[in-house]
């Protein structure tokens, strides 16, 4: 990380990278699932309110013997404990691949939460930030090995992003969604909810500071082709980039992946139209396939 980067946290640690977001995100949900307060467990540990405070934020780094002890007092154990600790034992790591679902959740939550800024290019399936409950349900239900209590739950975690996201100022967070054309002729869950799914985008474009563009296909080549990729824009740390797979998610933070995917983002919306175009294009795609029987 550059000289410059550091300054913007004031700290010579690698406070703000992807994996500290998630620590900072699990540490947190594991104060509020204890009956400790923050002022408390900093008692305990003989630790400062604004030292505990300051771990849940992200603009800190633990150790891993504070963030142990930490646990210790608030009676985390088992599989939570050594997640936990996992995280800690590499969040001075800058890139980061996270290959649990519920590590892989907790950086793109935490991400989320505290941008100012995300740029999702979308090149084959509806974000998961403007997905309907029937379209996400179509989406991680197809995994056999998935219960269907599971299912509704991840389905429900995924609703519930996108009411975390709508809850923000509408001013505090500038959301641009890029979707390739591609991705409104999935016919996923069927003809029905793809439908509605079309027409909800419609409905979001342009409110909460919200701005849908759609990349036409035959445009010739733009570096989107090469996959989906998210930036988050952070006000007082550097931006992050997730890359979300089937199964993990990598988080890019160094400057030169940042400078790239910026780069590449640009490249993109010069291919898209505009929000207001776009919305008449989703909705000349829902009357083909209403007219197709």
């Not at 771990?55 to 800190?60: D, L, N, P, S, Y």
């Not at 608030?74 to 679902?101: F, H, P, Y």
Request: aromatic letters at 6%; charged letters at 25%; one cysteine or more.
């Amino acid at each position: 990380m550059t000289q410059e980067r550091r300054k913007l946290w004031n700290v010579g640690d690698t406070a703000g990278t992807p994996r500290t977001r998630a620590l900072a995100a699990a540490l947190r949900g594991a104060l509020d699932d204890s009956d400790l307060t923050a002022r408390q467990a900093g008692r305990l540990l003989d630790k400062s309110h604004s030292t505990i405070s300051q771990w849940q934020t992200g603009k800190r780094v633990p150790t891993t013997d504070d963030v142990s002890a930490f646990l210790a007092v608030l009676g985390v154990t088992g599989k939570r404990r050594r997640q936990i600790l996992d995280l800690a034992r590499n969040a001075r790591e800058s890139n980061w691949l996270a290959g649990g679902v519920s590590e892989q959740l907790a950086g793109i939550v935490e991400c989320e939460r505290t941008a100012i800024e995300i740029v999702d290019w979308c090149p084959l399936v509806v974000s998961g930030l403007l997905q309907t409950y029937e379209y996400a349900k179509a989406i991680i239900g197809d995994d056999d090995a998935l219960a269907s209590h599971v299912v509704e739950t991840r389905v429900k975690l995924r609703l519930d992003r996108q009411d975390q996201l709508a809850q923000r100022d509408d001013r505090s967070v500038d959301h641009t969604v890029l979707i390739g054309e591609p991705a409104l002729r999935q016919c996923i869950g069927g003809k029905a909810v793809l439908i509605e799914q079309l027409r909800r985008l419609v409905e979001l474009n342009g409110k909460k500071g919200t701005a849908i563009q759609i990349v036409p296909t035959g445009g010739g080549w733009h570096p989107g082709l090469m996959g989906p990729f998210v930036i988050y824009g952070f006000k007082e740390s550097p931006a992050i980039i997730a890359i979300e797979n089937h199964r993990s998610s990598v988080f890019l933070y160094e400057d030169d992946d940042v400078v790239t995917y910026r780069r590449a983002s640009a490249a993109i919306r010069r291919a898209a139209i505009s929000p207001e175009d776009s919305s008449a294009f989703v909705l000349d795609v829902v009357r083909e396939l209403e007219a197709s029987g």
